[in-house]
């Protein structure tokens, strides 16, 4: 694992608050003389089942994300643990749900602490930070409306983009129609989770109705041929977290997930961690894990780094800085 840490790496699909350390949500709890001890197994971590109790798990943990001081404070520790992984530049996906509940004064509140606490993370761990708000489909429509609202009015060089998450089983992608255009109106760029639970249709049905730029996960396009050419042709650029995929048993081993083969066929990919620690992942692992499955070299990261680059939602005087950081 250790032997690709050193590489500079690009992450563009991080859960902010998928991403808390366990110690650290145990500590919060603690401070709030909350018990939710029964998150956690035996060895600490977070203990789930599938991908419908890992997303009540998650709430749970994240409902001790309860001021805009618990996220700077979460942003720090997040950022510590993308530096070990060599990561320069990571997105973020931060919900306006648990961000002041779509309350647009509230989630201003939660976004300047978080751009406070992203310019102390770069000062100190070198890794430079942006947002993607990213309501959660399963809270509805409305939510999603309100969540679209709160982005619309930070919209800028910190809050740069807008997505979805959540149970992609439930609901239509155009139920989201509203929020995808009222955030594209505000001059946020788009992804939406698509093609992790749903196969190709799910995928075709998102871009038609959200038109996104990028996919999380985006992998089960390799079910229809047809849509992996469109994918490429169109320069859709898929968010693939590998051992998220594994880990929630989307497939057997890393061996046939698809992400060599859809690289193959000319669409873009990129690889994240999703939620690392609910995985046991990091950047470092992801890239381990794509060396030993499919022999990934050096010169294969940097191409999926240059692309990871070249898709993420900032301007072009952070792309050109990062990239200057790709090259030593
Ligand atoms: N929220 C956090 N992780 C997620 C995943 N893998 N799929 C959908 N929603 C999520
Ligand atoms: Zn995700």
């Known amino acids: 694992m250790d032997e690709f840490r050193a590489l500079p790496k690009v992450e563009l699909h991080l859960h902010l608050e998928g991403a808390a350390p366990p110690s650290f949500i145990r500590g919060l709890a603690a401070e709030k003389h909350e018990d939710i001890s029964g998150i956690f197994g035996a060895d600490g971590g977070y203990a789930w089942t599938d991908f419908f109790h890992f997303l009540k798990v998650y709430e749970a943990a994240s409902s001790v994300l309860r001021s805009p001081r618990d996220y700077q404070r979460l942003l720090l520790a997040v950022a510590e643990e993308s530096a070990a992984s060599g990561v320069?530049?990571?997105?973020?996906?931060?919900?306006?749900?648990?961000c002041g509940g779509g309350d647009t004064e509230a989630f201003g509140d939660y976004m300047a602490a978080l751009k406070e606490a992203a310019a102390e993370a770069e000062r100190g761990f070198d890794v430079t930070f942006r947002v993607i708000a990213t309501p959660i489909r399963h809270f509805g429509p409305e939510k999603a409306r309100a969540a679209a609202l709160c982005a619309a009015e930070k919209a800028g060089d910190f809050l740069t983009g807008?997505?979805?998450g959540g149970d992609e089983t439930r609901l239509e992608p155009a139920d989201f129609a509203w929020a995808f255009d009222c955030a594209r109106e505000a001059g946020l760029r788009l992804t939406a989770h698509a093609g992790e639970w749903?196969?190709?249709d799910g995928i075709r049905d998102t871009l038609r109705a959200l038109r996104p730029e990028r996919l999380g996960h985006g992998v089960r396009a390799i079910e229809d041929?047809?849509?992996?050419?469109?994918?490429?042709?169109?320069?859709?650029?898929l968010e693939v977290c590998p051992v998220s995929n594994i880990a929630l048993g989307l497939y057997p081993d890393m061996r046939r997930h698809p992400i060599s083969e859809l690289d193959r066929r000319g669409v873009k990919v990129t690889i994240s961690s999703d939620d690392p620690p609910f995985f046991h992942t990091s950047m470092?692992?992801?890239?381990?894990e794509m060396h030993r499955a499919f022999d990934w070299d050096e010169g294969?990261?940097?191409k999926i780094t240059a692309q990871a680059l070249d898709a993420a939602f900032c301007d072009a005087d952070t792309k050109a800085r990062i990239a200057k950081k790709l090259e030593a």
Do not use: K, M, N, T
Request: glycine content about 8%.
């Open 300 to 302: 294969q990261f940097h």
């Open 284 to 288: 470092a692992r992801e890239y381990a």
């Open 88 to 98: 320069v530049y990571s997105e973020i996906f931060v919900s306006p749900d648990l």
């Open 162 to 164: 807008f997505g979805i």
């Open 198 to 200: 749903r196969g190709p």
């Open 225 to 237: 041929l047809a849509l992996v050419d469109e994918l490429a042709e169109q320069g859709i650029v």
